[in-house]
C-alpha cells in the first residue's frame, strides 16, 4: 500500500473554505486516491475519489496534482458538521477484489464558528 | 437513503466467552468488510467477503476470527474466545458492483468491551 503524509490536525473557520492535504509519494499509477472521514462517534464516512483528474461531488473536490504524487481535499465552505478526522487513501480497485481500505491516522479537522 | 445497519450497539463480554456481531449490509451490494477500532486508534482492515468467501484479510483475523452469510441479508463476525485486546469498536461495511461506485459504507459500529 502507498504510503501517505497528513497533517495531524487543521483548524478552519465556519463558511470558510477548507484545503486539506495528502501526499502519496509512492502512489502507483493504477490506484485511486480516496477521501473517507469520520465524524466524532460514528463509522467512516466517503468523500470522494479520483484517479488523475479533479472531481466534484456534492460533498468536496479533489484536486490531484499532476505527478499524482499529493492531492488536496477541498471543502467549499466549511459547517460545523464537518468537524471530522479525514483520511486520504490510495487504492486500488482492480475490479474484481475486495481490497479492504487502509486507513491512517488522519487530520482531524476542527471547525471554529 | 439506504444504509448499513449494525446490532448490537454495545457487548460487554468476558475474557473466553464467543461473541457474534451482526451486521445487515445495503441489500444489493456484493462486497462485504470488518473493520476495527480501538479506542484512541487507526482504523484496521480485518477481512473482505465475496461470494460467499473470504477475498482478503489481515494478519489481525487470525483463527479465532471467522465470517459468515447464513442468509441473504445479514453478514456475521464470530471472535470465538475473546481476549483483552479484543475490545475495539467493530464496523461493518458494503460495497456495490463491479459498475457500482467504489465507495464503501459503513455502518454505525458495535463496541465489544471485554473484561
Known amino acids: 500500500d502507498a504510503k501517505t503524509t497528513q497533517p495531524n490536525s487543521m483548524e478552519s473557520n465556519e463558511e470558510e473554505p477548507v484545503h486539506l492535504p495528502c501526499n502519496h509519494s509512492?502512489?502507483?499509477?493504477?490506484?485511486?486516491i480516496h477521501w473517507y472521514r469520520q465524524l466524532p462517534s460514528q463509522g467512516p464516512e466517503y468523500v470522494i475519489h479520483?484517479?488523475?483528474s479533479n472531481v466534484n461531488n456534492r460533498m468536496a473536490s479533489l484536486a490531484i496534482a499532476e505527478d499524482r504524487k499529493s492531492s488536496t481535499l477541498i471543502l467549499h465552505r466549511a459547517t460545523l458538521r464537518d468537524a471530522a478526522v479525514y483520511y486520504c487513501?490510495?487504492?486500488?480497485?482492480?475490479?474484481?477484489?475486495?481490497?479492504?481500505?487502509?486507513f491512517g491516522k488522519g487530520t482531524h479537522l476542527i471547525i471554529q464558528p | 437513503e439506504p444504509e448499513v445497519t449494525q446490532t448490537p450497539s454495545h457487548q460487554v463480554t468476558q475474557m473466553g466467552q464467543e461473541v457474534i456481531l451482526r451486521c445487515v449490509p445495503i441489500?444489493?451490494?456484493?462486497?462485504f468488510y470488518w473493520y476495527r477500532q480501538i479506542l484512541g486508534q487507526k482504523v484496521e482492515f480485518l477481512v473482505s467477503?465475496?461470494?460467499?468467501?473470504?477475498?482478503?484479510k489481515s494478519e489481525i483475523f487470525d483463527d479465532q476470527f471467522s465470517v459468515e452469510r447464513p442468509d441473504g441479508s445479514n453478514f456475521t463476525l464470530k471472535i470465538r474466545s475473546t481476549k483483552l485486546e479484543d475490545s475495539a469498536m467493530y464496523f461493518c461495511?458494503?460495497?456495490?458492483?463491479?459498475?457500482?461506485?467504489?465507495?464503501?459504507?459503513f455502518g454505525p459500529g458495535t463496541r465489544l468491551t471485554v473484561t
Open positions: 461495511a458494503s460495497r456495490g458492483g463491479l459498475a457500482a461506485s467504489y465507495e464503501q459504507y
Open positions: 487513501i490510495p487504492n486500488i480497485y482492480s475490479g474484481g477484489g475486495a481490497d479492504g481500505l487502509t
Open positions: 441489500s444489493n451490494h456484493l462486497y
Open positions: 479520483g484517479l488523475t
Open positions: 509512492t502512489i502507483s499509477g493504477t490506484d485511486y
Open positions: 467477503f465475496y461470494n460467499n468467501e473470504i477475498s482478503e
